[in-house]
């Protein structure tokens, strides 16, 4: 079962749409369509709460990741891991 299309988007503008299953959204929970201060250092969330702390499992880089796996299905990738 299909969701609605995802818009990955960075300030240069539209990367791709993609559409994401129902198991994604219970894997690892709904993606935002706006995320305004993103960090990867966890010492920087605790100290400034304005930060979303983005790990793996973040449904943000998730839906990175799967962008990033159509795009190399679509290519034709052959040295995927």
């Not at 990867?40 to 605790?46: D, M, S």
């Not at 100290?47 to 290519?75: K, M, Q, T, W």
């Amino acid at each position: 079962m299909e969701g609605a299309p995802l818009g990955v988007r960075t300030s240069s503008g539209h990367i791709a749409d993609f559409h994401f299953h129902l198991d994604f959204k219970m894997r690892f929970g709904m993606v935002h369509r706006e995320y305004r201060r993103i960090t990867f250092e966890k010492q920087a969330a605790r100290y400034d709460s304005g930060y979303e702390f983005v790990a793996p499992g973040h449904p943000l880089l998730e839906a990175f990741n799967e962008v990033i796996r159509g795009l190399r299905a679509l290519c034709g990738d052959q040295h995927r891991h």
